[in-house]
T-cell receptor
Framework: AQSVTQPDIHITVSEGASLELRCNYS??????LFWYVQSPGQGLQLLLK??????LVQGIKGFEAEFKRSQSSFNLRKPSVHWSDAAEYFC???????????FGAGTRLFVKA | NAGVTQTPKFRVLKTGQSMTLLCAQD?????MYWYRQDPGMGLRLIHY???????AKGEVPDGYNVSRLKKQNFLLGLESAAPSQTSVYFC??????????????FGDGTRLSIL
């Protein structure tokens, strides 16, 4: 069965420091992978997605993610975090055979000055 | 563009009361979804619709009903609210459906408290 694991419930980083949010998935075939961000009181916004090709994907707001098939991972990174990046981040995997998207439990990012 | 609009944004109910949450999208999307978001559990699919006049159960459908009488609207109903239904509810849509490479477009959510 499909599943998505985000091992870190919350992470705190200093402004200007680098960031890596972890995501591991379980899926039998090549997955469609997504990262969404949710700011307080708002819905989820797509940061980036991976379907095929280059395993390093660039997204909005300076984020990138790398697909590693051998590790079943799709970690999100940003070289320098801004205070406005404080939000909750969700990794998701899509089912290539249908419509369903499975979301991870989310990682809340705190940014300290 | 409005995108996906959910009403109301907040609501407090007493146990046993009923209510309907409205989701409207102006993007002519075929598929629409209702999720609930609970701490530590991410988003769980309640019901979805693959087109006007069709609905189907998701992962956690019990206690909820839905209707899609018009393509642009997807209604979520609670017939007899229970405290376990206290949650944040999100509506989402995708353009064509049937292909999971499409990103989902989300509304801003409805925060529902059941006392």
């Amino acid at each position: 069965a499909q599943s998505v694991t985000q091992p870190d419930i919350h992470i705190t980083v200093s402004e200007g420091a680098s960031l890596e949010l972890r995501c591991n998935y379980s899926y039998g075939a090549t997955p469609y992978l997504f990262w969404y961000v949710q700011s307080p009181g708002q819905g989820l916004q797509l940061l980036l997605k991976y379907f095929s090709g280059d395993t390093l994907v660039q997204g909005i707001k300076g984020f990138e993610a790398e697909f590693k098939r051998s590790q079943s991972s799709f970690n999100l990174r940003k070289p320098s975090v801004h205070w406005s990046d404080a939000a909750e981040y969700f990794c998701a995997v899509g089912n290539t055979g249908g419509f369903k998207t499975i979301f991870g439990a989310g990682t809340r990012l705190f940014v300290k000055a | 563009n409005a995108g996906v609009t959910q009403t109301p944004k907040f609501r407090v109910l007493k146990t046993g009361q009923s209510m309907t949450l409205l989701c409207a999208q102006d993007m002519n999307h075929e598929y629409m979804y209702w999720y609930r978001q609970d701490p530590g559990m991410g988003l769980r699919l309640i019901h979805y619709s693959v087109g006007e006049g069709t609905t189907a159960k998701g992962e956690v459908p019990d206690g909820y009903n839905v209707s899609r009488l018009k393509k642009q609207n997807f209604l979520l109903g609670l017939e007899s609210a229970a405290p376990s239904q206290t949650s944040v509810y999100f509506c989402a849509s995708t353009p064509r459906g049937g292909k999971s490479d499409e990103q989902q477009h989300f509304g801003d959510g409805t925060r529902l408290s059941i006392l």
